[in-house]
């Protein structure tokens, strides 16, 4: 009995247009080969967000997606999460200054769970019961923010950075946040 040559293999592959989800954009942003339809469902796919978004600020940013739906030679993929690179994260924080990291489990307004990682640099060094104060503060903005609104509109909120400067705005009365960054968000 013959083995199938590696060659024939790739050839008898189909390649599937991939479409992120609604809220990130409708064009495809990729393709992907399988043999059938089964081998795909379940597959998770990274790719850059800056692939999805064609804004340059973003190129940072890494986009997790699941797919979840397969018809015709159309992929249909779900959000699994949205992370920033770590030679990105690692260049935010500088000598003299201090990092705070949250982490929020959090539900928006229809009850979808996801949890939020965030990072906040403060302009200069800051001592433990600051760093404590600016975390509760962001906190609380977190818990307001996600249970009035829906992911989608918390999501869009964070790519243009209005959630950001909001947050800065109300830690500015405890130190100087210099800036905050999404770190990960996961559905």
Known sequence: MA????????KSKVWFNVYPP????????????????????????????????????????????????VSGNSVNTDLDYIEQTFSYIHSLVRRHSS????????KDKNGRGFVLKLIAVTASKIRTPKKTAIRKEIGKFTNEFSAAHTFDELLNAMLDGSFQSEIIRRTLNIARVSKLELKRIEV
Do not use: C
């Open 22 to 69: 609604k809220l990130l954009g409708e064009s495809a942003i990729g393709e992907i080969p399988a043999n059938d339809e089964k081998a795909i469902m379940d597959r998770r796919i990274k790719v850059s967000m800056s692939w999805i978004t064609h804004r340059p600020e973003h190129s940072f940013m890494l986009v997790g997606l699941r797919v979840n739906n």
């Open 3 to 10: 083995t199938q040559k590696s060659s024939e293999k790739w």
């Open 99 to 106: 990092a705070i990291y949250t982490v929020d489990k959090l």
